[in-house]
């Protein structure tokens, strides 16, 4: 079965700060890696994705993949108050069907 | 654009009844996907419709559940008798690669 493991946290962090999130995965068959983000009460929101070993970077979004490792990071760099929030981690075979991780909280402190 | 969108935004039943919850996918969008999510916990896949597949019914819960897609875009979640671990925020999502959007979800809750 697959599996997408994350801690749960809660991960606090200083306003200014970068907060480092990881999640591992199961299948080594998974191709596409994604980010989301979901404020208390909403929906989940696409922030980054990856297929290709090493980092790439959006704004102050940075996700990391080492398939040999399994694992997939996300660095939010100067982390704002407005970054608080879960952000799941999620893995697929395809760009379709994707199996989430449980998320990590983020705190961001001001 | 229009992003997906999903009706209603909350439903409260009472347990034993049947319920339909609505969703339209982004436009152009081949695949629909629904998923449950509990109060602090994950999200569960339940259904996923691609194109004119047979659709992937191996997370839904029960037979209780049953989902359609009618003309490859608008979908329905059916629950029938209903019960108190039905309630939930459920979330519909649609992609044409490179991710899932969401829509905003139906809160269900079950008297």
């Known amino acids: 079965q697959k599996e997408v493991e994350q801690n749960s946290g809660p991960l606090s962090v200083p306003e200014g700060a970068i907060a480092s999130l990881n999640c591992t995965y199961s299948?080594?068959?998974?191709?596409?890696f994604f980010w989301y983000r979901q404020y208390s009460g909403k929906s989940p929101e696409l922030i980054m994705f990856i297929y290709s070993n090493g980092d790439k970077e959006d704004g102050r979004f940075t996700a990391q993949l080492n398939k040999a490792s399994q694992y997939v990071s996300l660095l939010i760099r100067d982390s704002q108050p407005s970054d608080s929030a879960t952000y799941l981690c999620a893995d697929g075979i395809n760009d379709y069907k994707l199996s989430f991780g449980a998320g990590t909280t983020v705190t961001v402190r001001a | 654009g229009a992003g997906v969108s999903q009706s209603p935004s909350n439903k409260v039943t009472e347990k034993g009844k049947d319920v339909e919850l609505r969703c339209d996918p982004i436009s152009g969008h081949t695949a629909l996907y629904w998923y449950r999510q509990s109060l602090g916990q994950g999200l569960e896949f339940l259904i996923y419709f691609q194109g004119n597949s047979a659709p992937d019914k191996s997370g839904l819960p029960s037979d209780r559940f049953s989902a359609e897609r009618t003309g490859g875009s608008v979908s329905t979640l059916t629950i029938q008798r209903t019960q108190q671990e039905d309630s939930a925020v459920y979330l519909c999502?649609?992609?044409?690669?490179?991710?899932?959007?969401f829509g905003p979800g139906t809160r269900l809750t079950v008297t």
């Open positions: 999502a649609s992609s044409q690669r490179q991710g899932q959007y």
């Open positions: 299948d080594r068959g998974s191709q596409s």
